[in-house]
């Protein structure tokens, strides 16, 4: 048998179901998404007197840089999933 069948047999054997570096840059993302939301609305929140407002100016700051760092994240893990299934093959 060559390698690739070898390395084939041994995750068959060890029943690794999923690649454990693309779910932490799965989740790595997801916390991105979320902390970016949040920090848009707390960030971009002002107070003037009695009333609060959330200038959308600030808070889009926020919002477009978390969701372009947590797409290309989760763009990076969908990459390492692929190449893991190829590897496979």
């Known amino acids: 048998m060559n390698e690739?069948?070898?390395n084939t047999n041994y995750r068959r054997k060890r029943r690794i179901p999923f690649n454990l570096i693309?779910?932490?840059?799965?989740?790595?993302?997801?916390?991105?998404?979320?902390?970016g939301f949040v920090l848009?609305?707390?960030e971009g929140t002002v107070t003037d007197g009695y009333l609060t407002r959330v200038p959308l100016r600030i808070a889009i700051i926020y919002w477009s840089i978390s969701f372009?760092?947590?797409?290309?994240?989760?763009?990076?893990?969908?990459i390492i999933r692929l190449l893991d299934e190829k590897s496979d093959m």
């Open 68 to 78: 372009i760092a947590g797409i290309i994240i989760l763009g990076l893990s969908e």
């Open 4 to 6: 690739s069948q070898n």
């Open 22 to 35: 693309s779910e932490i840059l799965k989740i790595s993302a997801a916390i991105i998404f979320f902390v």
């Open 40 to 42: 848009g609305m707390f």
